[in-house]
């Protein structure tokens, strides 16, 4: 059974720094996405990386300062995000896509773990 865990979040000052850790299990490798929900606002993409991590993509809000890797060893993907600011504060996920996609559109990808909370906050 394919199942995802995110862990690493937490409340940070603005400016500060984070790295989110996505632990998969069930599978051996696929695409790994990080999408996040603030308030009130709906689910967005925010970063990908392909199996090998030759590939990555990122959203337009997180370009510089967000950096997605993995370890496929350890099954673990990561996300560090740096120059945190309020406007980050939300739900993030990672997910799995089994069609391979090469995208961050949610549409394509089927496992989702739990979340884990980032607040930015003075």
């Known amino acids: 059974q394919l199942q995802l865990v995110e862990s690493g979040g937490g409340l940070v000052q603005p400016g500060g720094s984070l790295r989110l850790s996505c632990v998969y299990s069930?599978?051996?490798?696929?695409?790994i996405g990080w999408f996040r929900q603030a308030p009130g606002k709906e689910r967005e993409g925010v970063s990908y990386?392909?199996?090998?991590?030759?590939?990555?993509n990122y959203a337009d809000s997180v370009k510089g300062r967000f950096t997605i890797s993995r370890d496929n060893a350890k099954n673990t993907v990561y996300l560090q995000m740096n120059s945190l600011t309020p406007e980050d504060t939300a739900v993030y996920y990672c997910?799995?896509?089994?069609?391979?996609?090469?995208?961050?559109?949610?549409?394509?990808?089927?496992?989702w773990g739990q979340g884990t909370q980032v607040t930015v906050s003075s």
């Open positions: 069930g599978f051996t490798n696929y695409p």
């Open positions: 997910a799995a896509s089994t069609s391979y996609s090469i995208s961050i559109d949610q549409r394509r990808y089927d496992y």
């Open positions: 990386i392909s199996v090998n991590g030759g590939r990555t």
